[in-house]
């Protein structure tokens, strides 16, 4: 069933002026990709230098789970010709931690913050939405739907049903703009879309890494033997989802996937996104972003 969220090719492209997410207007148009910039350690490293050249408008938090989770095990990452494949399996505190130790300090970051939040079951999801809604700190929500429900076994953001289910039960616990965050693996991606947007999200985010593997010396180089793929080698990928999912809603959409300058940015609007994530090419340069959204500010 369409409504106000669905259909409506180019609507949420307009070169202009971005249009808010929910009721909230960021201040710019480039966000980070989660886990992909870690604010906290760049601040212990560059200080007040780095608030005063922050190179992002939305600052996006790494993704929160509800338990602490240390991660797979080295090496996580391997270098490609054209990127990167990781496999850092969201390591983090746990909510109780984040909001106690890092969330009141990413707030006195210069920027919005957007806190990244993946469940394995409904509960799990509920439970972090509502904890990070109540938090004045926090702008917006970013709901990461790229793993397996343990309830059904379906990877929630394969599955429109699954998707609009984890969406309506979040939407219904918090008044915080909620941006959704597909997976690339989804069959369907504009059916995925349309039930997010559906389901009450105000924005959608894309790509997250595309399933991949490294070998060296005829051995998986990675210790969990795969990974996830970014950087410039998925761009063409990224911007075939970001146009075919703009054209199929009218919330607003963030297109990444090998944003390494202006004119990887300029090509995600062109294909119908009104904000950009810059993710990989952080690893290579925390200021990376810093010149695209400059000229991005200037259009």
């Known amino acids: 069933m369409a409504d106000e969220h669905t259909t409506g090719e180019g609507a949420a492209g307009d070169r202009d002026e971005p249009p808010a997410i929910g009721g909230w207007r960021p201040p710019g148009r480039v966000f980070n990709g989660s886990g992909t910039f870690d604010a906290l350690a760049a601040l212990a490293v560059f200080g007040d230098a780095l608030l005063e050249r922050f190179p992002f408008d939305v600052y ?36 109780a931690r984040f909001l106690a130790e890092d969330l009141p300090r990413l707030g006195e970051l210069p920027v919005p913050v957007c806190v990244s939040v993946m469940g394995h079951s409904g509960d799990e999801l509920a439970a972090l939405v509502a904890a990070v809604g109540e938090r004045e700190e926090v702008a917006a929500i970013e709901l990461n739907v790229s793993c397996p429900n343990v309830e059904s076994g379906l990877v929630i953001g394969q599955d429109p049903g699954e998707t609009a289910r984890a969406v309506a039960r979040a939407r219904a616990l918090t008044t915080k703009p909620l941006v959704v965050k597909l997976t690339p693996t989804a069959s369907d991606q504009a059916a995925v879309a349309r039930a997010a947007a559906d389901a009450g999200a105000d924005a959608l985010s894309l790509v997250n890494t595309f399933p991949g593997t490294v070998f060296a010396r005829g051995r998986p180089l990675l210790a969990r033997g795969h990974g996830g793929l970014s950087g410039p080698a998925i761009k063409p990928l990224a911007l075939a989802q970001v146009r075919t999912v703009a054209a199929a809603v009218r919330i607003p959409v963030i297109g990444m996937g090998g944003i390494a300058a202006v004119a990887d940015a300029e090509d995600f609007l062109a294909a119908g996104a009104s904000y950009v994530a810059v993710g990989t090419a952080n690893f290579r340069d925390p200021l990376a972003a810093l010149p695209i959204r400059k000229a991005l500010r200037a259009m």
């Open 60 to 95: 996006v938090s790494k993704t929160i789970t509800r338990e602490p989770r240390v991660g797979n095990p080295p090496p996580r990452i391997a270098e490609t010709a054209a990127g990167m494949v990781n496999s850092i399996g969201l390591p983090n505190k746990g909510l």
